[in-house]
């Protein structure tokens, strides 16, 4: 492929449902959209996962768009490129900064399958399969109004829940869930709530029988993670802290984990994902597809790449409805009675952008030329 041209814009699109975690409450979601184009007016895109706000990461809407609009871009503008895997080795130079790049690897790697004709789960070595999908709940004003809200994503099929925890917020809700719906498969994420003070009140979630506990304690605490984890029954799934296949091999060999959540825009894109999925793989770990409140761009991104046979457990890859009406899609990704998502079939994601949406919540465009 010949990249002719990037658009870069930024949309703001209110949230179905404010989402609350241990750092804080969102009502809407900005992003960075990408577009690449080929030579032969091919178009395929992207989705920038950091917010406005640096609080689940060091990157913003902005700093994604300063290093998007001054390093990435220039670094692949008007170059012939046999595959999107080429692109990483383009910005080697650049540090960090993994949401712009996946953002700008993923949009090439969509224009990369649709030239081909093949849909994206394909071009990444995997036959399409129905994807098992649970749901992430965020922390909710009281124990009923939570327990009312997982009442309703059940009925919708979801098979598997998540819920946000942080001190305070811990024991009372899974204990209640227990009560209410018996062993559901249930699992907690503390987005780094947690200090090694804290060890023993998570200690006493062992008796719920957990899927797992997501991102105990900070994100460089790899050791402290390993230290928890020894004197924990349930396994402790590492999402924030696993920033790169070499972190990712650290974390096992130290015993910082059991399970890793794989997100593409935290790991700087599909190469260095698949690699964390194809050691994780080759050691006997099971991963999952994380989520970033992506729209139907990068929802349709996730459920191609949870296609891979490591991805043994349900993701955070729900239906477009409970997030965004409308989403920026069609046709929109909807979850089955039995708790499954169908990757959408067609050429690349298998899904466009609607313009007259994406019109409808952009608050600045450009494009680039070679
Ligand atoms: O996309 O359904 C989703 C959100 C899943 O909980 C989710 N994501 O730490 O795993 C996580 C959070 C990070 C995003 S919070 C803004
Ligand atoms: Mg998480």
Same mark, same amino acid.
């Given at each position: 492929m010949r990249i002719a041209a990037v658009g870069l814009s930024v949309l703001r699109m209110p949230l179905v449902r404010a989402f609350e975690t241990s750092f804080g409450r969102m009502a809407a979601r900005e992003f960075v959209l990408v577009s690449v184009e080929d030579a032969s007016g091919a178009v395929g895109w992207g989705e920038c996962?950091?917010?406005? #706000?640096?609080?689940?990461?060091?990157?913003t809407t902005t700093t994604a768009w300063h290093v998007l609009e001054k390093y990435l871009v220039p670094a692949v503008l008007g170059r012939s490129v046999p595959a999107a895997s080429d692109l990483p080795a383009m910005w080697t130079r650049v540090r960090g900064h993994h949401m712009a790049k996946a953002a700008l690897e993923m949009a090439a790697w969509d224009v990369d399958a649709r030239l081909r004709g093949q849909p994206l789960c394909e071009r990444l070595g995997a036959a399409a399969r129905p994807i098992a999908s649970g749901v992430s709940i965020g922390i909710e004003g009281s124990i009923p109004e939570l327990l009312d809200r997982i009442a309703l994503e059940l009925a919708a099929g979801y098979r598997r829940i998540k819920i946000k925890i942080k001190p305070g917020w811990d024991r009372a809700p899974v204990a209640a869930i227990r009560d209410r719906?018996? #062993?559901?498969p249930l699992m907690v994420d503390a987005n780094a709530a947690y200090t090694p003070a804290d060890a023993a009140g998570l200690t006493g979630l062992d008796e719920f029988g957990l899927m797992m506990i997501e991102q105990p304690l900070d994100y460089g605490d790899l050791l402290r993670h390993a230290r928890l984890q020894a004197g924990l029954r349930t396994p402790i799934c590492l999402d924030e802290s696993i920033t790169s296949p070499d972190v990712a091999a650290d974390a096992l060999e130290l015993g910082a984990c059991r399970i890793i959540n794989i997100k593409p825009g935290r790991l700087g894109g599909f190469v260095a994902s698949m690699a964390v999925h194809d050691l994780c793989r080759a050691a006997g770990v099971p991963v999952w597809h994380g989520g970033m409140l992506e729209s139907g761009i990068g929802r349709a991104h996730n459920l191609h790449l949870s296609a891979l046979p490591g991805f043994t457990l349900p993701g955070d890859v729900a239906a477009s409805r409970r997030y965004f009406v409308p989403d920026l899609i069609e046709p929109p990704i909807d979850v089955a009675p039995d708790g499954t998502i169908q990757i959408p079939p067609g050429p690349g994601l298998g899904v466009e952008p609607v313009p007259e949406r994406v019109a409808a919540c952009r608050m600045h465009a450009v494009r680039y030329h070679a």
């Open positions: 996962v950091a917010d406005a #706000d640096p609080f689940y990461s060091a990157e719906f018996g #062993d559901v």
